[in-house]
């Protein structure tokens, strides 16, 4: 366990817990002054002065009362994707003279849901001990290794306070075997894909690419800025959940109108044994797999006649000329 670690340390890690992947907090021992369900919000949580609720000072985050008992308080969480927890940050950002002074997360694994009413009969596993937490901080751990998947987590805080954000980063785990047959979303972020690389990223995150469901708004997808010497196209590499065949795509311009590009195109490589890092300098062999193809603007655009190979691919890069936005790409395959 470290704390105090730089945020960039979990670079390349899915937040498995996050709401929009559909993390849910469960059950706490009390949410007197702030809901469980902040917990698990994107960002870091804001503050208004003047708000106040009937309990007392409006707080974006989980916030228990004052104990005046023996105890300490706990929330259980859902993982929104089932996976191997390698670092957790236990966020109490304007959280200064309310935060809890310490903390500590036990994990389990359930393939069902948990009965909220026995928890102590689940099997709870603790990976991270009781640790200090500073104020109104990133309050950054790598957690016990076991090469375990877990799907619940119980947050205990000593003795109450508040949390802003809890994030849990780490890899997804997928058991392929009941999949083996079935056509599935080898890109999607939920089977254990990764958008590994982009040329430029402006004004849009290029994980939101891959991101479950459609986009909620402009802000969720993937978008370049304006190029104004067009001489190459804008670029995004995903990394395949399994290698496979690719045999219907979908991509979505949702939200973006005046802001779509032009064209895209998609091509792939099967290099298994490759760093990601090792894709900006290798001599790779693309083949296309989508030919340059006129996009509309706030469309979902589907093909599969188009689709000019049946090559096993464990990358895929989607070019779009000259610059602009695409809120997800579904590639879906065996």
């Keep these: 366990m470290h704390a105090n670690l730089p945020v960039a340390s979990f670079a390349g890690l899915i937040d498995l817990a996050a709401e929009k992947v559909g993390g849910k907090a469960l059950l706490a021992s009390d949410e007197f002054f702030a809901e469980k369900e902040n917990l698990l919000k994107s960002g870091r949580g804001i503050f208004i002065p003047d708000k106040y609720t009937e309990n007392g000072k409006w707080m ?44 500590s997360l036990e994990a389990c694994y359930s393939e069902t849901d948990i009965d909220l009413d026995n928890l102590d009969k689940l099997n709870w ?9 500073n104020p109104g901080s990133q309050n950054l751990f790598t957690v016990n290794e076991n090469n375990k998947p877990w799907t619940h987590l119980r947050l205990n805080i000593f003795p109450d306070g ?28 939920t089977n254990g894909a990764r958008v590994i690389l982009a ?19 402009m802000g969720d997808g993937w978008e370049t800025k304006r190029k104004r010497i067009m001489n190459a196209p804008d670029w995004a590499i995903v990394k395949l959940a399994k290698a496979g065949e690719i045999k219907k795509i979908l991509v979505d311009t949702n939200h973006f109108k005046g802001n779509y590009p032009d064209v895209c195109w998609l091509e792939g490589c099967y290099q298994p044994d490759l760093d ?11 083949t296309e797999i989508l030919p340059k193809t006129k996009l509309e603007a706030h469309k979902e655009h589907f093909y599969e006649s188009e689709i000019k190979t049946d090559k096993t691919f464990t990358h895929v890069r989607l070019n779009i000329f000259p610059d602009g936005g695409i809120s997800r790409l579904r590639l879906f395959g065996f």
């Design 60 to 103: 974006d985050g989980w916030e228990s009362r004052r104990k005046r008992v023996a105890g300490y308080d706990w929330c259980v969480i859902k993982l929104g994707i089932p996976g191997f927890i390698k670092g957790v940050d236990i966020d109490t950002n304007y959280f200064l003279g309310n935060h809890p002074p310490y903390a």
């Design 125 to 133: 596993v603790e990976i991270l001990s009781k640790s200090p937490l």
């Design 162 to 189: 508040g949390v802003a954000r809890l994030k849990v980063y780490g890899n997804v785990f997928k058991n392929w075997t009941e999949n083996s047959k079935e056509i599935i979303d080898l890109a999607a972020l």
């Design 199 to 217: 040329n430029d990223m402006f004004f849009g995150s290029k994980d939101n690419l891959i991101g479950p469901g459609r986009s909620s708004n």
């Design 276 to 286: 990601d890092n090792e894709f900006l300098t290798a001599n790779i062999e693309w």
